[in-house]
């Protein structure tokens, strides 16, 4: 597996949150691997099929976890890190390691917004 970009995410509180979304950047290419590193505090990682919205599983991501998102989970799957308001939350960062394509560089991104 090649990584050469990292992504980095610090949620300060349990109020900062990742919407609903896949990891589906154009300049990522077609199938691609994704391993996302939890270090902090524990947070809820939440996934559902794009055909089954209602259909939502909920994990537990403690300090150090590791989550590898590959195959086609990204065009059949998204991902979100709800709002935590029912119980103090450590501060979380998460790191997500890519690889980005070279040749698809010069793609731009459609996504509206990228924020939560």
């Keep these: ?9 610090i949620y300060d509180s349990g109020k900062e ?3 609903f979304h896949s ?11 994704v391993p996302s590193l939890s270090l902090g505090g524990e947070r809820e990682f939440c996934v559902r099929p794009k055909q089954q919205r209602s259909d939502v599983t909920k994990i537990s991501l ?12 990204q065009s059949e799957y998204e991902h979100a ?9 450590l501060p979380r960062i ?5 690889y980005v394509v070279p040749e698809l560089c010069h ?3 459609p996504k509206q917004r990228w924020d939560s």
């Design 1 to 9: 597996m090649k990584i050469n970009a990292v992504l980095v995410n």
């Design 17 to 19: 949150h990742s919407d």
């Design 23 to 33: 990891d589906d950047d154009p300049w990522l290419g077609e199938s691609f691997v």
């Design 62 to 73: 403690p300090h150090a976890s590791l989550v590898v998102m590959d195959g086609q989970f």
């Design 81 to 89: 890190v709800p709002i935590t308001t029912d119980k103090v939350v």
């Design 94 to 98: 998460n790191l997500t390691f890519r």
């Design 107 to 109: 793609i731009d991104n």
